[in-house]
């Protein structure tokens, strides 16, 4: 598969767009004002304790509180509050935990009135960012995501991601971060990791370690609620999580994010730095790959398949709700059911790339087709759950109701991607009414008196939309020839369908237009 990423850069946004076989899959907005992302790991002060949520209010520095539920703590927590203590202290031992000696996990059923009183300091890391009125969302889990790994303080344990099905690979991999892993961390191993050596593994594993460093010294000059450790930019973070041996371009159209991508590149996959390429054509950069056009295609309300089927899709404050329609999709020969399983499985693949597109996250119900036969209810939910598996974030997909209803649920970590591609209507100035055609045949007397009263034009032409012109000419005694009469004048008037319906413009005997 071809993958490029095209990146757009202004003062107050970074817009990023990701193309497979050169399709719009993926839309990535960052506004520079942004202060709060996902995996920013932050010190608060506990402000609030509301005992029936089981939960707290935190003051993390920023306009609003975060928000942390007591099973989001973490089981470990009791661990992260005695390093937090340390760390705040100074205590060298705890920059490699070797010598750190793990707590009790904390309880699952617990109450959180008992972990944390008000007024007091904890580390939290951003698991979704502020989404309409909440604040950011806060975890005790703390996490630390690399190229090939992901580095958990206070777990002894290494996973292996399960989309690495070889049993020797597996086995080696793990072998592997045995032989590498510190002590009192637990370790990931992505998917990307397979058939990697242990150079690039420990490489990696040690640019991880240099971040908990990092957030060790950062706690030694905490006064207060603040950010101590930052994620890595939007653009940095998604060349992270995507950047496979298939990825072969990036466009950035800014010298400095270009600089930072290239400088990203070299140091995690040094092969692929000449991948980067610096966009100076004078036309915008999305314009010229395409992107534009596909937004406006794909953000709209409805969208339309290429086959004539096309989908509705409602966002609400609680859902997402998608409605399948077959259109003018008719397949010579096919029956009902058939028809139905194919236009379910075309909209099923769009459906999937929507969610990605547009980063839809929470409840999505989708209405698909009904159809009669089982054996099409399952082959559709085997294709959806296809076409899914290429979408990151982590996603649960039931089967067909007997409704013909299918539920969806899918990871929100940032609010979803909008994109407004309706305009203002030039007629009706977004009112939703227009003047009446009689008030329009008023005004275009009223100019046609100036005219030939002030400016003693004496041969005139009017061109107008083919109703006005229908209504002005029309019939032995039309409007035209009163007119004539009236103003003593020689008037033409010609139809044009490329103007509105209030539209209309006079010309001279010269042919040249008339500013009114």
Known sequence: MNKELIVSATDSEIQLALLEDKQLVELHKDKTGNKIHVGDIYVGKVRKIMPGLNAAFIDVGEDKDGFVHYLDLGANYNS??????????????????????????????????????????????????????KGPKLSGDLSFAGRYLVLNPFINRISISQKIKGSEERGRLRRLMQSIKPANFGVIVRTIAEGKDVAELDADLRSLMDQWATLTESLKRITGPQKVLSELSTTSALLRDVLTDDFNTIYVDNESIYNEVRKYIAAVAPDKEDIVKHYKLETPIFEQFGVLRDIRRAFGRIVTIRSGVYLYIEHTEAMHVIDVNSGNHIKAGAGQEDTALQVNIESAKEIARQLRLRDMGGIVIVDFIDMQKAENRKKLYEVMCAEMSRDKARHTILPLSKFGLMQITRQRVRPAIEVDVQEKCP?????????????????????????????????????????????????????????????????????????????YKFFNAAGDEIQL
């Open 427 to 503: 007629f009706c100035e977004g009112t939703g009414t227009i003047k009446s055609s009689l008030v329009v045949v008023d005004e275009i007397e009223s100019n046609l008196r100036y005219l030939t009263s002030s400016q003693n034009e004496k041969q005139l032409t009017i061109i107008v939309h083919p109703y006005v012109y229908a209504y002005l000419t029309k019939g032995l005694r039309s409007v035209r020839v009163q007119w004539m009469l009236k103003y003593k004048t020689r008037l033409k008037i010609k139809p044009s369908e490329t103007y509105g319906l209030l539209s």
């Open 80 to 133: 992260l509050a005695k390093y937090m203590k340390l760390a705040m202290n100074g205590d060298p031992s705890v920059r490699n935990l070797n010598n750190f000696k793990i707590e009790p996990v904390l309880e699952k059923v617990g109450n959180l009135s008992n972990v944390l009183k008000v007024g007091q300091l904890i580390v939290g890391q951003v698991a979704k960012e502020p989404i309409s009125t």
